[in-house]
């Protein structure tokens, strides 16, 4: 098929994530990937700076993933998980739960890191239910958090971020004020309180306390001190409540170690992790509680937990996790993104001096520099062909989650990139209603 047909049948039918189908934004045609490399259409080849939504840790096309989904696309593609199990299953959840902090090794399969927190949700009501506590319906999150895109999880992110036009049908929840001490900061204990807050006037309507840990990514790019998590296992130990994480952006070793949380030496009741459990490869997501909160649902009425996808424990993303948690184990991950820090900390650190510029943040391997305003959509398109380097700022923030494979010489590219476009003036003022993209 020519680009030509490809892109007008794009244009004709296909709706993009965030985008107008009646005026869409340009679009680049794909046709292959390998290790930071997007091929287009034209031949041109681009750095995938964003990591394909921060999924792809290991690079494109990994070859002992494509592998693994290979071999087992010859003995079965999928099978219901209602009935059945199978080998990569089994294989996943043993591999999952030694890879996981100690005590979270229940595993219940999603195919999204979205119904990843669906699933949590429930976890933590119907726990509630188990123990009597039938009135604890409700959770607390915080302001600038993301949780997915689905009605639960958005009930659960900023609510006056993205999803504010879907308000009349979500949940109602309980928001605590953002977490304001920076990460490398000096606490301060009255960041806390508002949570406290919450939970001291609410707690009989609270089933648990959801969060991102350390850092919040699609909604505020921001991360915030380990304290906040110290105090949060605290107050859920004092009030019976469940301490849900959100690992589906920072797991995996991209903020530093294995596990955003190990920042501050603490484990939630409930983790939710997804995106680079595949290698990007294919969709997967899981939800991991421990032998209590699993324990509590099995023991209480009806005793079975009440979720059930359809292409849950798929075997071909399976065989792909389990793929991708082997490089996980048998790579020193910690140390190239420790290297990709410092490099996107000596790099974009002099950006802050820019006009345009309001802060610069660096965590792990996730560089972000928050712009007054983003620049016109022709000039981030012209940096984006003069360097090859994939970016997709959203809001304002031109950012970068690289593949954790990145090479010194990558990440300077990408830097190099940043730089270009955070120094081009400020574009239009673009009133989209609160989305992001």
């Keep these: 098929m020519t680009a030509e047909k490809i892109l007008q049948i794009d244009r004709t039918h296909i709706w993009h994530p965030y ?32 990591s394909s939504w921060w999924c792809v840790a290991h690079g494109h096309n990994h070859p002992a993933i494509v592998e693994a989904i290979r071999r087992q696309s010859e003995k079965m593609t999928h099978v219901m998980f209602g009935g059945f199990t199978h080998e990569p299953a089994a294989r996943l959840a043993e591999r999952l739960a030694a890879f996981a902090p100690p005590g979270l090794d229940r595993v219940f399969f999603a195919d999204s ?3 990843a927190v669906e699933v949590a949700t429930k976890m ?19 302001k600038g958090g993301y949780h997915g895109d689905t009605v639960g999880a958005m009930a659960l992110s900023d609510p006056d971020g993205m999803h504010t036009l879907f308000r009349g049908i979500m949940p109602q929840h309980f928001f605590a004020e953002q977490p304001r001490t920076r990460f490398d900061g000096v606490w301060q204990a009255e960041d806390f309180e508002s949570l406290r807050q919450i939970v001291d006037r609410h707690s009989e309507q ?31 130990d004092e009030r019976g409540l469940l301490l849900i994480f959100d690992e589906i952006a920072a797991g995996f ?21 997804g995106k680079a459990l595949t290698g990007g490869a294919i969709t997967l997501a899981a939800t991991l509680a421990d032998k209590n909160v699993a324990g509590t649902i099995s023991a209480g009425t009806p005793g079975a937990f009440m979720h059930g996808p359809t292409y849950m424990a798929n075997p071909l993303a399976c065989a792909a996790a389990c793929s991708s948690l082997e490089l996980f184990e048998n790579n020193d991950y910690e140390t190239k993104v ?39 959509p022709d000039d981030i398109r012209r940096v984006i062909h003069k360097h090859g380097v994939w970016l997709r700022p959203f809001s304002n923030f031109i950012y970068s989650f690289p593949p954790l494979v990145a090479t010194e010489i990558e990440i300077r590219r990408i830097i190099d990139a940043i730089a270009e476009l955070a120094a081009c003036p400020p574009g239009p003022v673009i009133d989209d209603g609160g989305f992001h993209e």
């Design 338 to 376: 420790r290297g990709i820090e410092t490099l996107f900390k000596q790099g974009l650190a002099p950006l802050a001096a820019l006009p345009n510029v309001r802060d610069v943040r660096v965590i792990g391997a996730c560089g972000i520099v928050e712009t007054r305003r983003l620049p016109a």
């Design 113 to 115: 890191g979205s119904i």
């Design 253 to 273: 070793y991209r903020t530093g170690p294995r596990w955003a949380q190990n920042h501050a030496s603490i484990r939630p009741d409930i983790m939710c992790v």
């Design 19 to 50: 985008a107008s189908i009646v005026n869409p934004p340009p679009v680049e045609i794909a046709v292959r990937a390998r290790g930071l490399e997007i091929e287009l259409a034209s031949g041109e080849r681009l750095l995938d700076a964003v």
């Design 124 to 142: 933590a009501v119907q726990y509630q239910h188990a123990l009597g506590r039938s009135r604890r319906t409700k959770l607390v999150a915080l």
């Design 206 to 236: 609270i089933a648990g306390i959801i969060c991102e840990p350390v850092l919040q990514a699609a909604n505020a790019m921001w991360h915030y001190h380990p304290q906040y998590l110290r105090e949060m296992r605290r107050l859920c």
